[in-house]
């Protein structure tokens, strides 16, 4: 990767998007890219729609603006396909990964004409089934990984695996289930 890889996080305040965009720089950053993570949003609340934005080059980052023509969008709530436009900017030779148990042929004719790749995850399964609950960002976080090649697959899980040992040091069993759902997500986006 020489240059500047650009990915803007699509999704409602409360499901990890933004947490999930600072997760990738913060494991990006550890593995020796310059980085950039950060959300955009003003008097949001739980349940609106929100953006996030991450930079990830092996260069010095020099910009300091929002992402305008992102190389991948990440939408982590398929019902902001009805209400937002998240292939604003996308670039054609870049890719769209949407949360959702549809096939990437179902979602397209939601995508406004989009002609780049298209990618599915069904984050709602995944982290049902490895952690219980519906925490559809780890799952988002291991696709947009798998998809856009911004780091080797090695460095980012183990990344992710001391970045969840320091968060949740008391509670080994979500470290494990977080740690499933990135390996299942990562072998599973189609």
Do not use: C
């Amino acid at each position: 990767m020489k240059k500047t890889v650009e990915i803007r996080w699509h999704g409602r305040g409360g499901q990890g998007a933004k947490t999930a965009a600072l997760m990738l720089a913060d494991a990006a950053f550890k593995t020796g890219k310059h980085v950039q993570g950060f959300p955009e949003y003003g008097p949001e609340r739980m349940g609106a729609p929100i953006t996030a934005y991450n930079r990830i080059s092996d260069e010095t980052i020099r910009v300091h603006s929002n992402i305008y023509d992102p190389d991948y969008v990440v939408v982590v709530d398929e019902t902001l396909l009805d209400s937002v436009d998240v292939t604003m900017g996308l670039k054609p030779e870049g890719a769209i990964i949407i949360n959702t148990a549809k096939s990437p042929e179902e979602v397209k004719p939601f995508l406004k004409g989009y002609e780049g790749g298209v990618y599915t995850l069904d984050a709602r399964e995944i982290s049902e089934k490895t952690l219980g609950k519906y925490f559809p960002n780890s799952p988002m976080l291991a696709a947009v990984v798998a998809i856009s090649r911004v780091m080797e697959k090695e460095d980012f899980f183990r990344e992710m695996e001391l970045s969840y040992q320091h968060k949740f040091a008391k509670k080994p069993e979500v470290i494990e289930g977080n740690m499933k759902a990135l390996h299942m997500a990562y072998e599973e986006v189609e």
